[in-house]
């Protein structure tokens, strides 16, 4: 017999099918079906970025990370938006990939240029100038302005700050794109690993052609496909490419490339800026269009993208020469050269 005092246990029904119901459902189907799509809109973004990581041409030629990026927690708050690199007033600005331009002019009293970058992202310049006008297009490794005085520095320096044009000045990190986030020079008391076996570290730069070094036609060289903008000798061009895929195979991005060939003007720049760690112009290697600089993880002792490149570069013709090895007069894990 039911007990008076306790209510009845409720029976299931089915969910009903009123108007306001089906309503609610249909809400509930959309908003998850949009905060997946959202989800993997981020997702694709994000891999987007990743790829695109490490393949910006450095704005200047080799690119020295003087002040590190180092936002604020709060976005009101004091902090470093950005990256310094080391640069001097006329020293030319190359576009780091394909956009356009997106404000010329003065901002707080700097020179200040800013670009919108196909893949999305708006790039600035402080202190920089541009001839060109807001809306015009450019390529990767164009030169599409100059540095100029008003650095904040204490030495002079070119500002780079990097943000998702979507975004509300999200800034980001700009070192990942230049292939600069892990340049961190090992110890030289870390023994590295023997060498391949048939690389002795010498390279085969030198004159070709009859052209004088630094003062190569363009029409005699090709771009890198694996990294637009960056030019070399079309043998030398053809065999890095082929290094890149496989290192892409392995790593999932391409090679990072700082610098390739390197014109007299460039070769004077650098060695104004670094004195007498610069080649005398018109004797660098970069100058034969024969040597590279990498970042990504190259440019550090020890890494295992820079373990992968001493096995395996060698068969590629690309080799890391004996005085810029861990052990040699002038250690730079970034720097090779190309052998035929």
């Given at each position: 017999?039911?007990?008076?005092?306790?209510?009845?246990?409720?029976?299931?029904?089915?969910?009903s099918?009123?108007?306001?119901?089906a309503?609610?459902?249909?809400?509930?189907?959309?908003t998850?079906?949009?905060?997946?799509?959202?989800?993997?809109?981020?997702t694709?973004?994000?891999?987007?970025?990743a790829?695109e990581?490490?393949?910006?041409v450095?704005p200047?030629?080799?690119m020295?990370i003087v002040?590190?990026?180092?936002?604020p927690q709060?976005t009101?708050?004091?902090?470093?938006?950005?990256?310094?690199?080391?640069a001097?007033?006329?020293?030319?600005l190359r576009?780091?990939t394909s956009?356009?331009?997106?404000f010329?002019?003065?901002v707080?009293g700097?020179d200040?240029?800013?670009?919108t970058?196909?893949?999305?992202?708006?790039v600035?310049?402080?202190?920089?100038?541009?001839?060109l006008?807001?809306?015009?297009?450019?390529?990767?490794?164009?030169?599409?302005?100059?540095?100029?005085d008003?650095?904040?520095?204490?030495e002079?320096?070119?500002h780079v700050?990097?943000?998702?044009?979507?975004s509300?000045r999200?800034?980001?990190?700009?070192a990942?794109?230049?292939?600069?986030?892990?340049s961190?020079?090992?110890?030289l008391s870390?023994k590295?690993?023997e060498?391949?076996?048939?690389?002795?570290?010498?390279?085969g730069?030198?004159?070709?052609?009859g052209?004088?070094?630094?003062?190569?036609p363009?029409?005699?060289?090709c771009?890198?496909?694996?990294?637009?903008g960056?030019?070399?000798?079309c043998?030398?061009?053809a065999?890095?490419d082929?290094?890149?895929?496989?290192?892409?195979?392995?790593?999932?991005?391409p090679?990072?490339?700082?610098?390739?060939?390197r014109?007299?003007?460039?070769?004077?720049?650098?060695?104004?800026?670094?004195?007498?760690?610069?080649a005398t112009p018109?004797?660098?290697?970069?100058?034969?269009?024969?040597?590279?600089?990498?970042g990504?993880?190259?440019?550090?002792?020890?890494?295992p993208?820079?373990?992968?490149?001493?096995?395996n570069a060698?068969?590629f013709?690309?080799?890391?020469?004996s005085?810029a090895r861990?052990s040699?007069s002038?250690?730079e894990?970034?720097?090779?050269?190309?052998?035929k």
């Amino acid at each position: 017999m039911p007990n008076p005092h306790r209510p009845p246990t409720p029976r299931w029904r089915a969910p009903s099918r009123s108007r306001s119901g089906a309503t609610a459902f249909a809400t509930f189907v959309v908003t998850v079906l949009v905060v997946l799509a959202l989800g993997l809109t981020g997702t694709a973004r994000a891999d987007q970025t990743a790829a695109e990581a490490t393949t910006w041409v450095s704005p200047v030629p080799v690119m020295e990370i003087v002040t590190a990026f180092d936002p604020p927690q709060e976005t009101w708050l004091a902090g470093h938006r950005g990256i310094d690199i080391r640069a001097l007033p006329g020293e030319p600005l190359r576009a780091p990939t394909s956009g356009t331009v997106r404000f010329r002019g003065s901002v707080a009293g700097t020179d200040t240029v800013s670009i919108t970058t196909d893949s999305g992202h708006t790039v600035s310049f402080q202190p920089a100038t541009t001839d060109l006008a807001v809306g015009d297009a450019f390529a990767a490794g164009e030169r599409i302005g100059e540095v100029t005085d008003g650095a904040h520095c204490d030495e002079d320096c070119l500002h780079v700050g990097v943000w998702p044009t979507e975004s509300d000045r999200a800034y980001v990190d700009p070192a990942p794109f230049f292939g600069q986030d892990a340049s961190v020079l090992l110890p030289l008391s870390r023994k590295p690993a023997e060498e391949p076996a048939d690389d002795d570290g010498a390279s085969g730069a030198g004159s070709w052609g009859g052209h004088r070094n630094g003062r190569i036609p363009a029409s005699a060289m090709c771009e890198l496909k694996t990294a637009p903008g960056q030019l070399l000798r079309c043998d030398a061009q053809a065999a890095f490419d082929r290094l890149s895929f496989a290192f892409e195979a392995r790593f999932g991005r391409p090679i990072s490339v700082t610098d390739a060939y390197r014109d007299y003007d460039t070769q004077v720049i650098l060695k104004k800026r670094k004195g007498r760690l610069a080649a005398t112009p018109g004797t660098s290697n970069h100058g034969w269009a024969l040597a590279v600089d990498l970042g990504g993880g190259i440019n550090g002792f020890g890494s295992p993208e820079h373990e992968w490149m001493r096995a395996n570069a060698p068969t590629f013709a690309w080799v890391h020469p004996s005085w810029a090895r861990q052990s040699g007069s002038l250690p730079e894990p970034w720097h090779w050269e190309f052998r035929k």
